[in-house]
């Protein structure tokens, strides 16, 4: 069992920056790719970005890329997003999850996941 406590969300301006956090505990996350995952209203969850703890490689979806940052702190055992250039569409609730899956863009193949932080960006 991996688990998994976001923080960070908040209510921000268009332009302004966030950094979301995830503290992951339980088994080593070694063997794990940590991902963020977002759900907007009336909206499918989508994948954000994604890094392998073990290696580091880091992955993410066109619509972030550029902006947001995905890194981990391996002594910590917590991974980051730090988003900046926040646009309104980046309103959604944040996931952390973890999956043992190649298939790190598959929103589906994630086993584990956090409760979820809310971002709101106002225009």
């Known amino acids: 069992q991996v688990q998994l406590v976001e923080s960070g969300g908040g209510l921000v301006q268009a332009g302004d920056s966030l950094r979301l956090s995830c503290a992951a505990s339980g088994r080593t996350c070694s063997n794990y790719v940590m991902g963020w995952v977002r759900q907007a209203p009336v909206k499918e969850r989508e994948f954000v970005a994604a890094i392998r703890w073990s290696g580091g490689s880091t992955y993410y979806a066109d619509s972030v890329k550029g902006r947001f940052t995905i890194s981990r702190d391996k002594a910590l055992n917590t991974v980051y997003l730090q988003m900046n250039s926040l646009k309104p569409e980046d309103t959604a609730v944040y996931y952390c999850?973890?999956?043992?899956?190649?298939?790190?863009?598959?929103?589906?193949?994630?086993?584990?996941w956090g409760q979820g932080t809310q971002v709101t960006v106002s225009s």
């Open positions: 999850a973890a999956t043992r899956s190649s298939w790190l863009y598959t929103v589906g193949e994630y086993e584990y």
